[in-house]
């Protein structure tokens, strides 16, 4: 159910929670890159993604490439 809510697959949920159990861990760190965007492009990013729904990662990607020249990978922009 939590999966499903969370639109996110089963493993992903049970390795969150054998996390939080076995080191209480409450954040994601998972790595990652800091972000490409400034702060006013990922306010305007954030504005944009509330009033648009994309069904695929890879609409986003060249959402952004687009709006701010800037190129995002589909697995940069799901870390």
Do not use: P, W
Request: some cysteine; glycine content about 4%; charged content about 15%.
């Amino acid at each position: 159910m939590i999966a499903q809510a969370l639109l996110v697959h089963e493993s992903t949920i049970s390795r969150h929670l054998n996390d939080f159990i076995q080191e209480q861990k409450l954040t994601i760190d998972n790595g990652g890159s800091s972000s490409h965007l400034n702060d006013i492009q990922t306010k305007k990013l954030i504005e944009h993604l509330s009033a648009t729904t994309y069904f695929h990662t890879h609409q986003i990607c060249s959402y952004i490439k687009t709006t701010f020249d800037i190129s995002y990978s589909v697995s940069g922009l799901n870390k």
